[in-house]
């Protein structure tokens, strides 16, 4: 079983810098073996893909409207992934989830992913 644990998420204004952290933990859980990814859930929305980050080679892939804003990096002897997020929108404000996903690839698809964290919510004031 895999543990994920979201923090850094708040109350940031527009054009401001957050960093979220995701800790992944597991008995028999190796973090290097797993692709990670990136979600957001706003209200009355449905998930949005973020970003994904491959287990090989650290090669990332992210959505169109956070591209060029937003960098998923991981730290595989710390068994942490996280998302730089800088130029903040208000249209950014959601739930922000972390997943893992066994599967080899840029996984963008939130049904290849079975492990999910609590989610840590970013707040993004006009």
């Known amino acids: 079983q895999v543990q994920l644990v979201e923090s850094g998420g708040g109350l940031v204004q527009a054009g401001g810098s957050l960093r979220l952290s995701c800790a992944a933990s597991?008995?028999?859980?190796?973090?290097?073996?797993?692709?990670m990814g990136w979600f957001r859930q706003a209200p009355g929305k449905e998930r949005e893909f973020v970003a994904t980050?491959?287990?090989?080679?650290?090669?990332?892939y992210y959505g169109d409207s956070v591209k060029g804003r937003f960098t998923i990096s991981r730290d595989n002897a710390g068994n942490t992934v996280y998302l730089q997020m800088d130029y903040l929108k208000p249209e950014d404000t959601a739930v922000y989830y972390c997943?893992?996903?066994?599967?080899?690839?840029?996984?963008?698809?939130?049904?290849?992913?079975?492990?999910w964290g609590q989610g840590t919510q970013v707040t993004v004031s006009s």
């Open positions: 997943a893992a996903s066994p599967q080899l690839g840029l996984l963008v698809r939130a049904g290849l992913y079975g492990n």
């Open positions: 980050i491959l287990r090989t080679d650290g090669s990332t």
């Open positions: 597991g008995r028999t859980f190796t973090f290097s073996a797993y692709t």
